[in-house]
């Protein structure tokens, strides 16, 4: 939480100025029953209308003061509050933007979303409430103090007997009601859990007929839910009450001792003290008021800040994420002559652990924290080369590190062994803008974003012509539906590209790839969606378009694969065939496994004799 | 995407800018309907009457105590003024003539204090209860809706209706509803007792600036909803870009669009902040103000009463127009009584308003049409052989849209039949309706001789197991996610299900094993071992009626042939339906529908569709040579 408030840094000088504003606004507010004491006494006992005429203008003076000193608060605090949940929010934005995909895989982009949104809004009210109704209290219970004890020293003593009561209540809030409304916190995240999980796999839960076991468990939560929210709100039924009970026996017994000691004060010598009794009485039954007031409205910003914490938390768990990429200090710009190329030696790599130890500090059962052992490697020692217009294509089985070595590419993730070069330069000594404008990556999933399909394909290229454009479409065998479209280019992309089949969204996110003209394209399984005969229309043209790209590619389907200069075939992330098609089927049994199963009898012949 | 400079950009582009985000929300920033909201909004209320009538009871007696709790305490003033005046020529102060004045008040306050706790109990029971029910309302709404609700709508958009608005509801219902009920009950009383107290001119003062308040109460409201709304419609917006860039992070990344994405991103909050900066600070000022109107009142009242006591003194007010000091702290209170209740109805308009929209949100989603119900509650479940039949089946998902026309075919028990086809050919909607996910406009299904239209569709679905193309995980470790379908299953056959789909090896190489927690929308494991865990947990639930749906197509092929053999064995004897794309997989099928625009073009086995030179053979050769298709 500490670290989440740090971020009000830039703010101080509104934060200062708020709180300054707050403070003199509670002692303004103090002034009002020190006057209303003096407009009884002077003015209306002392029988003195012109005095009472006077007291009261002064009164005034002290009611619009207060009220621009609130109105000042107000300003202050929200300017802090709102500059503060800005800073707040770009400071997520930024980091987010530079963790890698698995940081962000480890946290869930709806989770994500959640934290930059309603979670900051969260602590953002939180700081607003506290600014404008928390900071005065203490103030006000010092000031109110001290005021008393400049009235009447003596009355004073006794409302110090509120202190041990206000205590107790304290204790009460802290010990009891804000564990409460965190547990309530934590089965509200539960039951979202829950729901979220039966949206998206509302098809998996009817197939499974499972529609009754997930009502069931909507059920438990639901209930516990309701009957913990119900205890705490039954606390705080008691809570209000039982306090202004106390207040007000406080407020008889100081009426009655104060009115008492005029009994044995002399008539003669202390006249004017008993003439003050009543006044003074006026001024603690408003002081009295103040501190209810006071009193109900912490309780109410005291209950709201588990969930304001538990925000803070989520959030501060983004600011504390390390990215595993660091940026080169100096780097380096590669020669020209060695544009395109692509160079793994010895790579190997593997994730690094979780750090979700951290969060297991607090689970009691100590023997969860052993030591887990070490994560095998997904790659190992992969090593080739490749120049511009070859194609190099990986395949494999699944879980057998394809998709992790494209990702190694544009330096997604650091390898952990070995080195990757780029046009002759090692990635980690490249900015992240040489390596975007020298790569175009084509993920598994298709992602499209909200715009126009012109939008979308100018993403890899800012300001791409419409001809350009249409020869990407075309290449990416997308030209013909974008045609049919009534709006073109300019037809609407929902968002993540729904209304358009997957196929579709595959053909749009390589047109996009291709418009960027990069030296090194790849290609991660992007033809998964695409049925064979656009495949191969697919794969002949990239073959005739981009002769001088290297290409590197991903499939699972031989025939993408066939042509290729180099085929890598990957098993358990070791290289365990490197070669042609043909070199391949010679050497590598694991190859010929996968062509068996893909190709007819007859097909496979074909190849072989094809040789 | 589109190129903008930092400076702020003016409103018409922002608004045609963003308008993409708020397609589909624009019913969600206002109460349309708000009184018939607010009328059904009541009628929740209804099956809790006997508490409700309690709150309402325990409210107004509360509030009452309140009201009447002043004058006693302005009498007793006066006695004590009179005892101190009696001190002061030189007698002694007597509370007797106090206790009976004292004992009312007491009795007053703590009767109120009784009275408030009980009703806050109560209405603490009323709400929770109400607001659990609303959310097993919407769950078990959730729970009959057709799957063309979940089609039309945005995961987003209904967790977000579940989650944010159930809890907006929930936060203002009660103290909403009570502050109103308990403001009216305490303006009225006061109002009276001021009047009873006859005396017209400290009741006028009293009360001549609550019109005063109400006008800018409201006048302040209307302006602060206004930028409130600008403040939701931006956050949307602000979602909307989040949520874009977060899920395509990848792409901004490689296409070195971060600082682009950021700069947006610096517009919206920019935007927001000054919505909300403008939203919290007009809200923000209304209480001050509200304040300054009631201190005004306070100090008009301090001077007119001190008017009227000096004025008595002198003798040229009569004496019977004021009863004294005590007078004043009496309409001192009633001042306060008057006027905090409006503050506090002021304060939470804004709640009050939002918590409609969320109510009609919530409302609107209640209002969704069901599934139609199951004609039987037939559970004959045991299918005996298998056979699948579609007999004239015409579907569409959109009214003038035709997906399926005219089409029958018929599964043997026992044989794999395997749907191929290019995208968009209809080949998933098959499946739809087998599993009755969508109901058929026309034609018949039936299963072994029974229209699947007289079987409930538990029972229907207790036949088939099913494995999709989107892979869906829970929150949990691998063992929950296989033992899904049968939660009774032993670890042994656990295992042997897992064996067969090829993924007990992967499983097992983990530290934690079948324990292994699989993360949100289990991101933690590849797509292909989401795509071979689904297959173990359908494998498991040891089904009649298989059906595959593109269920390895992140699978590689040597793979995917393993689980092919362990499913041919599983599958002896029952009926199983694949789609694929890639054709290695259905070669074995024993028929192959080939569709082509919700037709089937073609049908029978990979050899004879082979020899036929159809359209098969074309999709089946374009893998392999260098012959291209022509595009259809």
């Known amino acids: ?611 | 995407m589109s190129k903008k400079n930092k400076a702020a950009i003016p409103e018409t582009e922002y608004q045609s800018r963003y308008s993409a985000y708020r397609g589909d929300r624009k019913e969600e920033s206002k109460p349309e309907n708000a009184k018939g909201t607010f009328l059904r909004f009541i009628s929740l209320i209804k099956p809790y009457a006997v508490p409700m009538f309690f709150v309402v009871l325990t409210s107004m007696l509360s509030t009452l105590c309140n009201v009447i709790a002043p004058r006693f305490m302005g009498s007793t003033i006066n006695i004590l003024q009179e005892q101190i005046d009696v001190r002061l020529s030189g007698g002694v102060i007597d509370f007797t003539a106090t206790y009976g004045q004292v004992k009312i008040l007491a009795a007053l306050y703590l009767s109120a204090s009784f009275f408030s706790f009980l009703q806050e109990f109560i209405s603490a029971g009323v709400s929770q209860r109400l607001v659990c029910g609303l959310r097993a309302d919407l769950n078990a709404k959730l729970s009959h809706l057709p799957l063309s609700y979940y089609d039309k709508q945005t995961k987003g958009q209904v967790i977000s209706k579940i989650v944010n608005d159930i809890e907006n509801v929930s936060g203002s219902l009660k103290s909403s509803i009570l502050t109103v009920m308990t403001s009216v009950i305490q303006v009225v009383g006061s109002f009276v007792m001021m009047c009873i107290s006859g005396n017209l001119p400290m009741t006028f003062a009293a009360i001549c600036l609550v019109p005063v308040s109400a006008l800018v109460s409201y006048k302040v409201s209307r302006i602060s909803k206004v930028w409130f709304r600008r403040y939701w419609d931006t956050m949307g917006d602000l979602n909307g870009h989040i949520e874009e860039m977060y899920a395509g992070h990848t792409i901004v990344r490689m296409f070195g669009h971060e600082d682009e994405s950021v700069k947006e991103f610096r517009t919206i909050t920019e935007r927001l902040g000054k919505n909300s900066f403008m939203a919290n600070m007009i809200s923000g000022i209304l209480s001050p103000v509200l304040t300054l109107i009631n201190n005004l009142n306070y100090v008009s009242l301090c001077l007119l009463g001190g008017v009227f006591f000096i004025g008595i003194k002198n003798g040229t007010i009569p004496a019977n127009a004021f009863g004294g000091i005590g007078d004043i702290s009496t309409f001192l209170s009633y001042s306060s009584q008057f006027s905090n209740p409006i503050i506090n109805v002021s304060k939470i308009i804004n709640n009050i308003q939002s918590s409609l929209a969320s109510a009609e949100r919530v409302f609107n989603m209640l209002d969704e049409l069901d599934e139609k119900p199951d004609v039987s509650t037939n559970d004959h479940k045991d299918v005996l052989h298998g056979e699948v039949e579609f007999r004239d089946v015409s579907f569409r998902y959109v009214e003038d849209r035709p997906l399926i026309d005219d089409l029958s075919f018929v599964a043997k028990p026992g044989s794999i039949t395997a749907i191929v086809g290019p995208t968009g050919a209809g080949k998933t909607t098959i499946v739809n309706l087998l599993m009755r996910f969508y109901d058929v406009n026309s034609g018949t299904i039936t299963i072994d001789g029974t229209d699947i239209y007289t079987m409930s569709r538990d029972a229907l679905r207790a036949n088939f197991g099913m494995v999709l193309q989107d892979t869906w995980l829970f929150k949990g470790t691998i063992r929950e996610n296989i033992k899904y379908g049968r939660q009774d299953a032993s670890d042994e056959d656990m295992i042997e299900a897992a064996k067969a789909a090829q993924i007990y090896d992967y499983i097992m190489s983990l530290p934690e094993g079948f324990d292994t927690p699989l993360t949100e929308d289990a991101a933690n494991i590849s797509q292909g071992q989401r795509q071979l865990l689904t297959i173990a947990r359908a494998i498991l639930v040891d089904p009649k009626v298989l059906i595959l749906d593109e269920a390895t197509s992140s699978v590689d092929t040597k793979t995917e042939q393993r689980i092919q053999t362990a499913m041919n064995e599983l599958m002896k004897g029952r009926t199983s339906f694949v789609i694929a794309h890639r054709l290695s997989t259905i070669k074995n099928a024993d028929n192959i529908l080939v569709m082509k625009k919700g037709a089937i073009v073609e049908q029978g086995t990979h050899e004879g569709l082979l020899k036929a030179d159809g359209f098969y053979a074309l999709l089946y050769n374009s893998q392999y040579t260098d012959g291209i298709p022509p595009e259809d």
């Open chain 1, 1 to 611: 939480m500490k670290k989440v408030l740090s971020m009000l840094g830039p703010h101080k000088v509104p934060l200062i100025l708020s709180i300054f504003f707050a403070t003199v606004n509670t002692v303004m507010q103090l002034f009002i029953p020190l006057y209303t004491s003096k407009i009884v006494d002077e003015g209306i006992l002392g029988e003195n209308m012109q005095r009472l005429l006077e007291l009261c203008l002064v009164m005034l003076g002290f009611t619009v003061l207060s009220i621009i000193t609130s109105i000042a608060n107000t300003y202050f605090s929200t300017k802090t509050s709102v500059g503060y949940s800005i800073t707040l929010r770009n400071y997520i934005f930024d980091k987010v933007s530079r963790l890698s995909q698995s940081d962000i895989d480890k946290i869930g982009v709806s989770s994500l979303v959640t934290r930059t949104t309603n979670d900051v809004r969260q602590v953002h009210d939180i700081v607003l409430s506290t600014l404008k109704s928390l900071i005065p209290i203490p103030i006000m219970l010092v000031g109110g103090l001290a005021m008393a004890f400049y009235m009447n020293p003596k009355l004073a003593r006794l409302s110090l007997l509120s202190i041990p009561v206000l205590m107790v209540l304290a204790i009460i809030i802290i010990a009891i009601i804000v564990p409460m409304y965190s547990k309530v916190q934590k089965l509200v995240d539960k039951m979202n859990q829950i729901m979220r999980e039966k949206i998206s796999g509302i098809r998996v839960i009817r197939a499974f007929n499972k529609t009754q076991y997930e009502d069931n468990r909507f059920a438990d939560t639901n209930l516990e839910l309701t009957g913990l929210g119900l205890r705490a709100a039954r606390i705080m039924a008691c809570f209000i009450p039982v306090l202004t009970v106390l207040l007000y026996s406080l407020i008889c017994v100081v009426i009655y001792l104060s009115v008492d000691a005029a009994n044995y004060l002399d008539v003669e010598t202390q006249y004017e003290q008993i003439r003050a009794t009543l006044p003074n009485m006026f001024a603690f039954i408003t002081f009295f008021g103040l501190i209810i007031s006071a009193i109900t409205s912490v309780v109410s910003i005291l209950v709201s800040i588990p969930r304001a914490v538990i925000s803070g938390k989520r959030i501060k768990a983004i600011m504390e994420a390390v990215s595993d990429i660091v940026l080169p200090e100096n780097p380096v710009t590669p020669k020209e002559e060695d544009a395109g190329k692509l160079e793994f030696s010895n790579v190997s790599f593997k994730y690094k652990p979780r750090p979700a130890e951290k969060k297991k500090k607090f689970a009691l059962k100590k023997k969860k924290t052993e030591e887990k052992p070490q994560k095998p490697f997904e790659l190992k020692n992969i090593s080739f080369a490749s120049a511009p217009g070859e194609t190099t294509a990986i395949i494999g089985i699944t879980g057998s590190g394809k998709t992790t070595l494209c990702n190694l590419i544009p330096r997604l993730y650091d390898v952990t062994e070995g080195e990757i070069k780029i046009a002759g330069v090692n990635v980690k000594d490249l900015s992240p803008e040489e390596i975007g404008k020298r790569i175009a990556f084509i993920p598994q999933t298709a992602y499209l974003f909200s715009g126009t399909i012109r939008d979308n394909i100018c993403f890899g290229k800012k300001d791409a012509t419409d001809a350009e454009i249409w020869r990407a479409l075309e290449i990416a065998q997308a030209k013909s539906f974008v045609d049919s479209l009534p709006d073109g280019l300019d037809s609407f992309v929902s968002q993540a590209g729904k209304n358009f089949s997957g196929g579709q969204k595959q053909r749009l996110s390589i047109a996009r790839a291709i418009v960027k003209g990069a030296e090194i394209i790849v290609f991660d399984d992007s033809f998964s969606a695409l049925d064979l005969a656009t495949d191969a229309r697919l794969r002949a043209s990239l073959r005739e378009n981009l002769s001088d790209v290297n290409i590197v590619i991903v499939a699972q389907r031989v025939g993408t694969v066939l042509n290729a200069d180099r085929i890598i075939v990957l098993d358990n992330g070791e290289p365990v065939g490197m070669g042609t098609h043909r070199e391949l089927l010679e050497s590598c049994e694991l190859y010929r496994e996968i062509v068996v199963t893909q190709l007819s009898e007859e097909a496979l012949e074909e190849v072989n004799g094809n040789e």
